[in-house]
C-alpha cells in the first residue's frame, strides 16, 4: 500500500461538532473535524465513526457514488488518524445522532501506529496499568472523559460557591524548608545548595494569610511520600482548602456541607451526559450531614466487635464495617487531641478532645478540618508534645505574634471528591496523570 498522504489544515475550519449535527441539518454542507473511532464495511459502504470533544458521528461513503480521491482517502485509514470530512448531512434515522455525513472532500492530517496499544472503543478490557502507559489513548473513551468533565463542573462550582461566601482564592509556596506537620513523608528537592521539600499541604501558609484576608480558599497539587499502596492514596494529588479567621469547627463544617451539597447539584444538573456515560446517579445529599462524634463511632465499632483504643486513629478495616452503619455523607468530630495535628485546637472545657473533625463517605475520608490553635504558648506546647522543634516553625510562630485571630479550616481531597461524583473505585482512574510510588510516567 502506497504511504497516506498527509493534509495541510490550510483554511479548513470546524462549522460544526459532533454533538451539532441533526436530522435538522439535512442537506446543509458542514466540516467536521476529528479522530477515526471505529471503520466497518458493508457491500459497497465504508462506515466511519469520527470522534470529537463532544462525542460521535457517523460518515457513511459510498465506494461508487463519491469522488475516487474521497474513496481512496477512505479506504487508506485507520483508527485514530485525525482527520477533516466537508460533507453534506443526510437525515438517517438509522445513525447514532438521526444524521450522517457523505463527504465530498476529506484530508487526512495525522495517522497513527498499527495496531494501537489499546483499545480505544474499551470493548476489548485492559488491566488499569496497560492503560495508565497510554494515557492519552485511553482518554480518547468518552467515559474516561466524562470524569474530567465532571471534575470541571465540580471545580467551576466551588470556586463559584467560595467566591460568593467571600473567599479569595491565594496560591501557597509548593517549595518549603520543613515538614508542615510531621506524619506522612515528605519527598525532598534540590534547591541550589540547600534541601527543601515538595509542600505536603497549604496549612501554614493558609494559617497565615487569614491575618489579612480572614477568608482564603486554595485549590492546588500538594505531594506526600505514600508508601501503602491503596485506591485512595496517590503521592501527589489536587486538595481543596479553606481558612477562615473568627470561625470555629462547626462553622467551616457548615461551610464544607454547603460546599458539598452545591457541588452534587451543579455536576447533576450540568453533566447528565457524562453521569449516563458514567451509568452513575449523584443524589443530591440534604444538609445538615449526620455529626457522629469520635467516642460514638468507638461505641458503635465496639457494638460490631470492632475494638478501637480511645485516642487512637481509626484503621480502614473499621472505617470499613462504620461506612456500612452509615452509608453517605458524615462527619467525625470531637477527636481525640493526641490523634490530630498539633495546630489543631484543644476543646476550651475538655483538652483530651479537639475541635478537629473529618468528614467521610461510606468508609473513605474526604476531608480533614478543625478549629487551629491561635495562642502562640499553647502552639508551642503543641509541637513539642508531638516532637516537632519549634525551632523549624520559626517563621510560622512568627505570625503569632502579629495578632493571629481564632481561625478554623479544612482540605478536602479532590480526587477522593471526584470519585464520589462518578462512582469510580480507584483513586488512579480520576487522575489524568497519576503518581504513586510504582508510576511516575506517563
Ligand atoms: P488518609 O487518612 O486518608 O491518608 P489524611 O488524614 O492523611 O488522609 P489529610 O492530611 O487530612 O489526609 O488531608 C486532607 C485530605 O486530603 C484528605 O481527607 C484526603 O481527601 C486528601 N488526601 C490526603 N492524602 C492524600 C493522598 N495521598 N492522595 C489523595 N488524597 C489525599
Ligand atoms: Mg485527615
Given at each position: 500500500?502506497?504511504?497516506?498522504?498527509?493534509?495541510?489544515?490550510?483554511?479548513?475550519?470546524?462549522?460544526?461538532?459532533?454533538?451539532?449535527?441533526?436530522?435538522?441539518?439535512?442537506?446543509?454542507?458542514?466540516?467536521?473535524?476529528?479522530?477515526?473511532?471505529?471503520?466497518?464495511?458493508?457491500?459497497?459502504?465504508?462506515?466511519?465513526?469520527?470522534?470529537?470533544?463532544?462525542?460521535?458521528?457517523?460518515?457513511?461513503?459510498?465506494?461508487?457514488?463519491?469522488?475516487?480521491?474521497?474513496?481512496?482517502?477512505?479506504?487508506?485509514?485507520?483508527?485514530?488518524?485525525?482527520?477533516?470530512?466537508?460533507?453534506?448531512?443526510?437525515?438517517?434515522?438509522?445513525?447514532?445522532?438521526?444524521?450522517?455525513?457523505?463527504?465530498?472532500?476529506?484530508?487526512?492530517?495525522?495517522?497513527?501506529?498499527?495496531?494501537?496499544?489499546?483499545?480505544?472503543?474499551?470493548?476489548?478490557?485492559?488491566?488499569?496499568?496497560?492503560?495508565?502507559?497510554?494515557r492519552v489513548l485511553d482518554?480518547?473513551?468518552?467515559?474516561?472523559?466524562?470524569?474530567?468533565?465532571?471534575?470541571h463542573a465540580a471545580l467551576?462550582?466551588?470556586?463559584?460557591?467560595?467566591?460568593?461566601?467571600?473567599?479569595?482564592?491565594?496560591?501557597?509556596?509548593?517549595?518549603?524548608?520543613?515538614?508542615?506537620?510531621?506524619?506522612?513523608?515528605?519527598?525532598?528537592?534540590?534547591?541550589?545548595?540547600?534541601?527543601?521539600?515538595?509542600?505536603?499541604?497549604?496549612?501554614?501558609?493558609?494559617?497565615?494569610?487569614?491575618?489579612?484576608?480572614?477568608?482564603?480558599?486554595?485549590?492546588?497539587?500538594?505531594?506526600?511520600?505514600?508508601?501503602?499502596?491503596?485506591?485512595?492514596?496517590?503521592?501527589?494529588?489536587?486538595?481543596?482548602?479553606?481558612?477562615?479567621?473568627?470561625?470555629?469547627?462547626?462553622?467551616?463544617?457548615?461551610?464544607?456541607?454547603?460546599?458539598?451539597?452545591?457541588?452534587?447539584?451543579?455536576?447533576?444538573?450540568?453533566?447528565?451526559?457524562?453521569?449516563?456515560?458514567?451509568?452513575?446517579?449523584?443524589?443530591?445529599?440534604?444538609?445538615?450531614?449526620?455529626?457522629?462524634?469520635?467516642?460514638?463511632?468507638?461505641?458503635?465499632?465496639?457494638?460490631?466487635?470492632?475494638?478501637?483504643?480511645?485516642?487512637?486513629?481509626?484503621?480502614?478495616?473499621?472505617?470499613?464495617?462504620?461506612?456500612?452503619?452509615?452509608?453517605?455523607?458524615?462527619?467525625?468530630?470531637?477527636?481525640?487531641?493526641?490523634?490530630?495535628?498539633?495546630?489543631?485546637?484543644?476543646?476550651?472545657?475538655?483538652?483530651?478532645?479537639?475541635?478537629?473533625?473529618?468528614?467521610?463517605?461510606?468508609?473513605?475520608?474526604?476531608?480533614?478540618?478543625?478549629?487551629?490553635?491561635?495562642?502562640?504558648?499553647?502552639?508551642?506546647?503543641?509541637?513539642?508534645?508531638?516532637?516537632?522543634?519549634?525551632?523549624?516553625?520559626?517563621?510560622?510562630?512568627?505570625?503569632?505574634?502579629?495578632?493571629?485571630?481564632?481561625?478554623?479550616?479544612?482540605?478536602?481531597?479532590?480526587?477522593?471528591?471526584?470519585?464520589?461524583?462518578?462512582?469510580?473505585?480507584?483513586?488512579?482512574?480520576?487522575?489524568?496523570?497519576?503518581?504513586?510510588?510504582?508510576?511516575?510516567?506517563?
Open positions: 500500500m502506497s504511504p497516506v498522504k498527509i493534509d495541510k489544515m490550510g483554511d479548513w475550519r470546524r462549522t460544526h461538532y459532533s454533538a451539532d449535527i441533526g436530522p435538522e441539518l439535512d442537506g446543509q454542507e458542514v466540516l467536521v473535524f476529528g479522530w477515526v473511532q471505529e471503520i466497518r464495511d458493508l457491500g459497497g459502504l465504508r462506515f466511519l465513526i469520527l470522534q470529537d470533544k463532544t462525542g460521535q458521528l457517523q460518515i457513511t461513503i459510498h465506494r461508487h457514488k463519491v469522488a475516487s480521491e474521497v474513496v481512496e482517502k477512505a479506504e487508506s485509514l485507520q483508527k485514530q488518524y485525525s482527520i477533516g470530512v466537508k460533507g453534506t448531512v443526510k437525515k438517517m434515522g438509522k445513525a447514532p445522532r438521526g444524521a450522517e455525513i457523505v463527504p465530498n472532500e476529506m484530508r487526512i492530517f495525522s495517522v497513527s501506529q498499527q495496531p494501537l496499544p489499546l483499545d480505544i472503543t474499551g470493548r476489548t478490557k485492559a488491566e488499569i496499568d496497560v492503560r495508565l502507559d497510554a482518554l480518547r473513551r468518552e467515559e474516561n472523559q466524562a470524569i474530567f468533565k465532571v471534575q467551576e462550582a466551588a470556586r463559584a460557591f467560595l467566591s460568593k461566601r467571600g473567599y479569595i482564592e491565594v496560591f501557597t509556596p509548593r517549595i518549603i524548608v520543613s515538614a508542615t506537620e510531621g506524619g506522612s513523608a515528605l519527598f525532598p528537592v534540590a534547591y541550589f545548595t540547600r534541601e527543601a521539600f515538595l509542600a505536603q499541604s497549604p496549612q501554614l501558609y493558609k494559617e497565615q494569610l487569614i491575618l489579612d484576608f480572614e477568608q482564603v480558599f486554595e485549590i492546588g497539587p500538594f505531594f506526600r511520600a505514600e508508601e501503602s499502596h491503596t485506591r485512595r492514596h496517590l503521592s501527589e494529588f489536587i486538595s481543596v482548602d479553606i481558612e477562615q479567621a473568627f470561625a470555629n469547627a462547626e462553622d467551616v463544617m457548615k461551610v464544607l456541607e454547603e460546599l458539598i451539597h452545591n457541588v452534587c447539584k451543579a455536576v447533576a444538573a450540568n453533566c447528565e451526559r457524562e453521569l449516563e456515560l458514567l451509568g452513575h446517579e449523584i443524589v443530591v445529599p440534604e444538609v445538615p450531614f449526620k455529626r457522629l462524634t469520635y467516642s460514638k463511632v468507638l461505641e458503635e465499632l465496639e457494638a460490631e466487635k470492632v475494638h478501637v483504643p480511645w485516642g487512637e486513629d481509626i484503621p480502614t478495616a473499621a472505617y470499613r464495617v462504620l461506612g456500612k452503619l452509615h452509608p453517605y455523607y458524615y462527619f467525625i468530630t470531637d477527636w481525640p487531641t493526641k490523634a490530630k495535628a498539633f495546630y489543631i485546637k484543644p476543646k476550651d472545657d475538655n483538652p483530651e478532645l479537639s475541635e478537629g473533625f473529618d468528614l467521610m463517605w461510606h468508609w473513605i475520608e474526604l476531608s480533614s478540618g478543625g478549629a487551629r490553635i491561635h495562642s502562640k504558648e499553647l502552639l508551642m506546647k503543641r509541637l513539642s508534645e508531638q516532637g516537632l522543634s519549634t525551632e523549624s516553625f520559626k517563621t510560622h510562630l512568627q505570625a503569632f505574634d502579629y495578632g493571629m485571630p481564632p481561625h478554623a479550616g479544612w482540605g478536602l481531597g479532590l480526587a477522593r471528591l471526584l470519585m464520589v461524583l462518578t462512582g469510580v473505585k480507584n483513586i488512579r482512574e480520576v487522575v489524568l496523570f497519576p503518581r504513586d510510588q510504582f508510576r511516575l510516567t506517563p
